[in-house]
């Protein structure tokens, strides 16, 4: 079907496209809008210029320590994470009994809600924590290695889905070829595992970093930022910018419109990345 | 199997089963915890209940109360089966429409909707929170459609990517028997669409059910969805009853696994193919 009447063609797009406008791409504009304006309510705008991008940078250290805190913790999850759950992959594509179980126990956590996992990880850290005198909040390193955990939990699972299916969509041949070869185990998984699913790495790679950067519930259940702010992360820092005190809508709005920008770079340079490769292979 | 890989393969086993236990172990925590009484609860979170601190289900009853769980699990049940359903049904429609409509205007809302995924909610909570208030959108019933909303980008960029894989021919050989548009799309298209039906209704039941900041913003001082009600017991620091806490956790996880149990592969399936969400 190359053409539609007009009305059937309303009749398809009209409810999707009536919520999407109203839910997401009005606010969207709006939200761009605003952040070049002063206001309380959305009705009360008054134009400030760049004001409230100076602000947000200038005023206090709170968004560039967000900024830093995030990048840190990106940094070590994407690590962590990867590693874990490439190592849990390898080990569950030797078709060894219990292969299904293990699956089912590792993937488990990813299904339960950020701020859930935030209290279950709040409990235990501060239960060890506790035999020394002091809890979570106590220093900004708990909070961060506390965040690091909570997060392998949750994603090491997912993104082992991703290598198996990845590892499982190489011949078998190729690795009997080897083997024929003469090559053991190690140099089998340098030579044609890695290589192979490199695909796989950068989509799990690129899957931790953007969900790193826009962590929220987690980091909101866990510690809320504290001591301070000091374990505030960008989603919750521009949330706190907005809801916390008064006269700074604007000032969140705007922080909120660098942080997009900052998530589309990322998203951007995947995609690119998966083109270049396209076109390579 | 040779001797060796016997061997490894046992050494292995072993491996993974002392690492799913440790895996599981956090829940079984919460959940023994959700039967001690409140003040034995944070200090000694390792221990068992014993008999001096086991209160049997008072936890739960405690918990049930404070929060008023069942109406806030009746809420996340309702706005989780209606949101799914709806975006279901429309983002199909739009996803078949503009895919298999050839037009500039098309292209145009294709790219439209599937680079919202790539905004971060923080951009849009604020404005969008203030317009569902003006709208009159701020209740159980107003926020599936803002559901509908903020799901199309992923679901009509996953359907749009299954209907370009089904040949058009059987679509045709309907329209020439006399099916409107409409009959088309309901009686042949929609029953071939079910695979990835159901791996649409998947990613958005796992989004929605477990979604926070959105349903807080909008409706979060009148209707409690379960994630607001866990957050709402937390009160000020000091104040918090533990023992409600843990039992609410777990009442929490139960349905999740539960649905994970009864539909494994589809889940796992289906939150794979949601990968492409950035």
């Known amino acids: 079907m190359q053409k539609m009447p007009l009305r059937y063609y309303a009749f398809f797009t009209v409810p999707t496209f009536a919520a999407f406008f109203i839910s997401f791409f009005i606010p969207f504009l709006m939200g761009i809008y605003l952040s070049f304006t002063k206001f309380t309510t959305v009705t009360n705008a008054r134009w400030v210029g760049v004001e409230n991008y100076v602000r947000a940078f200038s005023e206090d250290r709170d968004f560039i320590n967000a900024a830093i805190f995030t990048a840190k913790f990106a940094a070590i999850s994407i690590v962590t994470i990867n590693l874990l759950a490439f190592l849990l992959a390898l080990l569950l594509t030797r078709g060894i009994r219990g292969t299904n179980l293990f699956r089912t126990v590792f993937f488990m956590p990813n299904l339960i809600g950020g701020i859930v996992l935030g209290y279950i990880w709040q409990l235990i850290i501060n239960g060890v924590l506790v035999n020394f005198g002091v809890d979570i909040t106590y220093k900004a390193e708990y909070g961060f290695w506390g965040l690091v955990v909570l997060m392998n939990w949750q994603m090491v699972g997912y993104m082992m889905i991703i290598y198996i299916a990845g590892i499982q969509s190489i011949p078998t041949e190729l690795f009997e070829a080897a083997e024929i070869d003469g090559a053991n185990e190690l140099q089998s998984l340098r030579s044609i595992t890695i290589p192979l699913v490199m695909p796989s790495i950068t989509i799990c790679t690129f899957l931790t970093l953007t969900n790193s950067f826009k962590l929220f519930d987690q980091n909101l259940a866990l510690t809320a930022g504290a001591p301070g702010k000091e374990t505030a992360m960008l989603a919750l820092d521009i949330f706190n910018t907005f809801y916390g005190r008064n006269g700074y809508e604007g000032v969140g709005q705007a922080k909120a419109v660098v942080f997009s920008i900052f998530v589309a770079i990322i998203v951007l340079v995947q995609l690119r990345m998966n083109r270049t490769r396209e076109i390579e292979s | ?278």
Not at chain 2, 41 to 55: G, R
Not at chain 2, 217 to 244: C, E, F, H, W
Request: hydrophobic share 50%; net charge positive.
């Open chain 2, 1 to 278: 199997m040779t001797e060796r890989k016997r061997f490894e393969d046992n050494v292995i086993f072993g491996f993974l089963l002392i690492l799913a236990i440790l895996y599981l172990m956090p829940m079984l925590i919460i959940l023994w915890n959700s039967f001690k009484g409140r003040f034995y609860i944070a200090d000694t979170p390792f221990e068992l209940p014993n008999a001096q601190t086991f209160v049997g289900f008072k936890n739960y009853t405690n918990g049930i109360e404070k929060t008023g769980f069942l109406t806030s699990f009746g809420y996340s049940l309702f706005i989780t089966v209606f949101s799914v359903a709806v975006i279901i049904l429309f983002t199909s429609m739009t996803a078949w429409c503009i895919t298999r409509v050839r037009s500039r205007g098309s292209t145009f809302l294709y790219y439209l909707l599937v680079s919202s995924m790539i905004v971060p909610f923080q951009m849009v909570m604020f404005t969008m929170s203030k317009m569902a208030n003006i709208l009159h959108l701020d209740n159980p019933i107003g926020i599936i459609f803002i559901y509908l909303g903020f799901g199309a980008g992923l679901s009509v960029f996953i359907y749009s990517g299954f209907i370009k894989t089904i040949p058009r021919e059987v679509e045709e050989a309907a329209t020439i028997d006399g099916c409107s548009p409409i009959q088309t799309f309901f009686l042949v298209v929609l029953p071939i669409l079910r695979p990835i039906t159901i791996t649409i209704a998947i990613l958005n039941t796992m989004w929605i059910w477990n979604d926070y900041l959105l349903p807080y913003l909008v409706i979060g001082n009148n209707y409690k969805t379960i994630p607001i009600a866990v957050q709402y017991l937390r009160g000020g620091y000091g104040s918090q009853d533990m023992g409600a806490m843990m039992a609410l956790l777990v009442l929490a996880i139960i349905p999740i696994i539960i649905f994970y149990l009864t539909s494994q592969d589809s889940i796992i399936k289906g939150v794979a193919a949601g990968a492409v969400k950035g």
